[in-house]
């Protein structure tokens, strides 16, 4: 039973930067893409981005494209979010996934995700 466990959020001003972290434990998540998705309060969960299983792709949402950057280390099972500019509108509690299958290329629907972890809250004040 694969684990995902979030950190680095926090408070911040907008401008700043801040970087999360997820740790998977129970799988190795070489031959997984992964995302990050976020969720806002009152909102559904939106995708944010997605890195494939040979760290060779990466896809973004139009509203974080050249201001967030994801990445991996296979060799640790982490996969990091990198978020510069902060906006307040990026205010949500950020998730992340592990894909569904093996050795598809990054999706960025929340049904092709399982395994979520709890969460990391990301504020961001003007």
């Known amino acids: 039973q694969i684990q995902l466990v979030e950190s680095g959020g926090g408070l911040v001003q907008a401008g700043e930067s801040l970087t999360l972290s997820c740790v998977t434990s129970?799988?190795?998540?070489?031959?997984?893409?992964m995302g990050w998705f976020r969720q806002a309060l009152g909102k559904e969960r939106e995708f944010v981005a997605a890195?494939?299983?040979?760290?060779?792709?990466?896809y973004y949402a139009d509203s974080v494209k050249g201001r967030f950057t994801i990445s991996r280390d296979n060799a640790k099972n982490v996969v990091y979010l990198q978020m510069n500019s902060l906006k307040p509108e990026d205010t949500a509690v950020y998730y992340c996934?592990?894909?569904?299958?093996?050795?598809?290329?990054?999706?960025?629907?929340?049904?092709?995700?399982?395994?979520w972890g709890q969460g990391t809250q990301v504020t961001v004040s003007s």
């Open positions: 890195i494939s299983w040979s760290v060779t792709s990466t």
């Open positions: 129970g799988r190795n998540i070489r031959d997984y893409s």
């Open positions: 996934g592990i894909d569904k299958q093996t050795f598809y290329m990054p999706r960025r629907i929340v049904d092709a995700y399982g395994s």
